[in-house]
């Protein structure tokens, strides 16, 4: 019985849906429609990351190297600083220098546009069950279609280089950067919410002042990701001409130069741990920063306390919450 | 004018409210209504709030009293009825005109805290006003004399997760008194707080509404905290109001079984106050007065003690009846140079288990004083007993009108124990 019904599908008892001829003609229609929209795209994508990239070289590769890991000192610790000084200056002395700075201008110009889409979706879809049920689908399909499958059609809408590789980055990256915003600002205590609306909030300003400032490490998370993600994507738009490091490692597999190719696989770990650690640190840099003046005015304020506990409060004990910030910021 | 009006309040949840109203309306049971998908949560609710008053609504979870609660500054929307809050109706305000009102007439306390984390104190006592648009400087001094209020004024630069629970709920009810609102919701504001730091608590906002005078709308579970605090309390079965009246009319006259089982839980030692036993203050011996006419007024009176005052409202002392013949006899002019007794003075929140002790010595009568030491009233001494054991409070008469020349009237602990 099985066997009849498998055969009867095999004979073409079930029609053959020719999905691919209808994406083709679809994609043939928009080509021949759009392409002075996506002229304009284009050039302005590619002044964008050309320009980040050139600036990006401006300053001597040693230099720049040191402002980086000082910003990563400043935000997260010095220890941070002086390992992705010495992975910076590995990247110099094994002359990735140029294709690195090319996949970073690519990677943040992506990243960035990525985030300017994504959040606000993210905000959308908190906002509203529906439109996050409707966007569920459309972000695991973003997710999961196989990256290359993206870079056929963005080749035939921008060409070969660098646009449809910015273009791939920021459909592959964007849909962590939605779903931690919606995951951010749901999880947002609804009491809190609740109080905003009693006090006579109008919902703008609930969302700025409340639901924003609470989901923003979450918020952050998803920035990493979408930064990480960008960075994974952006090899592989080396394929379509997209240079950096991607081109590095396209290059290497066609030569099938080992050497080559480890050393441009090294130079993208290098960046991506330097780019995780540095954007992580951010997303908890407001914990941190606003943790140290409160635990320096503790000292003076618990004395002042004590003296109140005896007039009324027999509940102005032990502060909590502060205990576990102390070790880490002493440490600093 | 009523500070809160509700009238016919009905609050469905899922399908078909409006028909799961008529029905119920109709007298349809709750479930009836529940099988066909509607899930109703407030039903047929009617009340009034005088300004000024502290109305409780006392009912156990699932009741409704939240829903209700809601209902009144709009975070919920109505299913049928009416708010009318102050002159506005609420019920039937757009978005804009709703959040107005509740930004100029109505703030709220929280079960647990709402305290916005990310804010310092002073900022969180601060966000009425901020919402409201009031410049920098001034709500900052508005809410740091909210914070003043209720005794954390020196917390305000910490974030709220320094502070314990129940700090945490005095900066909760100082950013709904920092928003000078007429109208004060609290839903079980103090129930997420252990005992001792609740009854702190209670005793602080009857403390406050005193000088404050706000209208307030309670909700608690806990029927001990409603009769402390309650003017009024509606009781809550099932989306129903089963009985609304003081805390006396309820003790007295349970409206059916529910409300009874309650009531024996309540323990009227630590539900009612001196406030609720005490009899209108008599008039304070003036220290000037000639000791021959106080020893005749208080024979008058069959008094033992007379409460001898300083001039200035405040009680001086005791001035035994044995005293002011002693001064008598000795032919003083006033009752200036008496050894006077030191008074027994307790406060309007002081519960019939603390007044116990109080109320036990028989020399001197039980006063009741303000914060600032004056004269409220006197607790008679049987009062304590018979309001324990569930008598009805005594009636006014007990105290009399000054009838005699200093304007003394004595009340003695004999007068109060026949009384």
């Known amino acids: 019985m099985a066997e009849t019904v498998l055969r009867a599908a095999e004979d073409g008892a079930l029609p053959q849906i020719p999905v691919g001829d209808w994406i083709d003609t679809g994609f043939d229609w928009v080509t021949e429609n759009f392409s002075p929209v996506f002229d304009v795209i284009s050039a302005g994508t590619e002044a964008g990351v050309e320009g980040l990239r050139d600036a990006l070289l401006f300053p001597p590769p040693v230099l720049f190297a040191v402002l980086l890991a000082v910003l990563g000192g400043v935000v997260r610790s010095v220890r941070f600083a002086v390992v992705s000084l010495l992975g910076l200056l590995l990247l110099i002395s094994m002359r990735m220098w140029e294709p690195a700075m090319a996949t970073l201008a690519l990677v943040l110009v992506s990243a960035v546009i990525a985030v300017a889409i994504g959040i606000p979706i993210g905000i959308a879809a908190a906002k509203s069950d529906r439109v996050s049920a409707a966007l569920r689908p459309v972000l695991d399909f973003m997710q999961t279609m196989p990256a290359f499958v993206y870079l056929v059609p963005a080749v035939t809408f921008f060409g070969i280089g660098l646009v449809p590789g910015v273009v791939t980055t920021i459909i592959f990256a964007m849909p962590p950067g939605v779903r931690l915003t919606e995951l951010g600002i749901r999880q947002v205590d609804p009491e809190l919410v609740e109080a905003g609306h009693a006090f006579g909030s109008p919902p703008g300003r609930i969302l700025r002042g409340i639901q924003l400032p609470l989901a923003l490490p979450t918020i952050m998370a998803g920035v990493n990701q979408v930064i990480m993600l960008a960075l994974s994507m952006a090899v592989i738009a080396g394929l379509i001409g997209a240079a950096g490091l991607g081109g590095v490692v396209v290059t290497s597999i066609s030569r099938l130069d080992v050497g080559l190719g480890f050393e441009g696989g090294l130079s993208v770990v290098i960046l991506a741990i330097y780019l995780d650690r540095l954007t992580s640190a951010f997303g908890q840099r407001r914990g941190r920063l606003s943790g140290f003046p409160s635990f320096l005015s503790r000292g003076g304020s618990v004395g002042k306390g004590g003296l109140a506990a005896s007039s009324r409060s027999a509940d102005a004990v032990t502060p909590v919450g502060t205990d576990q910030n102390a070790p880490t910021e002493s440490a600093r | ?419």
């Open chain 2, 1 to 419: 004018m009523p500070a809160v009006h509700a009238e016919g309040l009905f609050k469905v949840f899922g399908r078909r409210t409006a028909e799961a109203v008529d029905r119920l309306r109709d007298g349809a049971s709750v479930a009836e209504v529940r099988d066909r998908g509607a899930t109703p949560a407030v039903i047929d609710v009617s009340f009034t709030v005088e300004p000024g008053e502290i109305f409780v609504v006392m009912g156990l979870s699932g009741s409704g009293k939240s829903t209700l609660l809601r209902m009144l500054n709009g975070l919920l929307e109505v299913t049928a009825g009416t708010v009318h809050v102050g002159e506005a109706e609420l019920t039937a305000l757009d978005d804009k005109a709703l959040r107005r009102l509740r930004q100029e007439q109505m703030s709220m306390v929280f079960q647990h805290f709402a305290l916005f984390p990310h804010r310092s104190v002073l900022d969180n006592a601060a966000y009425a006003l901020e919402v409201r648009g009031v410049d920098r400087a001034t709500r900052r001094a508005k809410a740091q004399e909210a914070l003043a209020l209720v005794g954390l004024d020196q917390w305000a630069d910490q974030k709220p997760g320094q502070l314990s629970g129940g700090m945490k709920q005095r900066v909760g009810l100082a950013r709904a008194l920092a928003a000078d609102t007429d109208l004060l919701l609290m839903d079980e504001a103090f129930s997420a707080l252990d005992p001792l730091i609740r009854r702190e608590m209670q005793d602080q906002l009857l403390e406050l509404q005193a000088s404050l005078g706000k209208t307030i709308v309670f909700i608690t579970h806990d029927l001990n905290e409603a009769m402390r605090l309650g003017d009024r309390i509606a009781i809550m079965r099932d989306g129903r109001v089963v009985q609304i009246g003081t805390p006396d009319q309820i003790l007295e006259a349970p409206a059916d079984d529910y409300v009874r089982q309650f009531l024996a839980d309540v323990d009227r030692g630590r539900v009612f106050t001196a406030r609720h036993v005490m009899v209108e203050a008599p008039t304070l011996v003036s220290p000037t007065a000639a000791p021959a006419q106080v020893l005749q007024a208080m024979q008058d009176h069959r008094s033992g003690s007379v409460l001898v005052g300083d001039g200035d409202g405040r009680v001086a002392g005791v001035a035994t009846e044995d005293a002011v013949r002693a001064a008598v006899a000795a032919g003083a002019p006033s009752l200036a140079g008496l050894t006077l007794l030191p008074s027994v003075d307790v406060r309007a929140t002081t519960t019939l288990s603390d007044l116990l002790a109080p109320a036990a010595q028989d020399e001197v009568p039980v006063t009741v004083v303000d914060d600032a030491g004056r004269l409220l009233g006197v607790v008679p001494r049987g009062a304590v007993l018979a309001a324990l054991g569930g008598v009805p409070r005594p009636a006014p008469s007990i105290s009399r009108a000054p009838a005699d020349p200093v304007g003394a009237t004595a009340v003695t602990t004999k007068e109060a124990v026949s009384g």
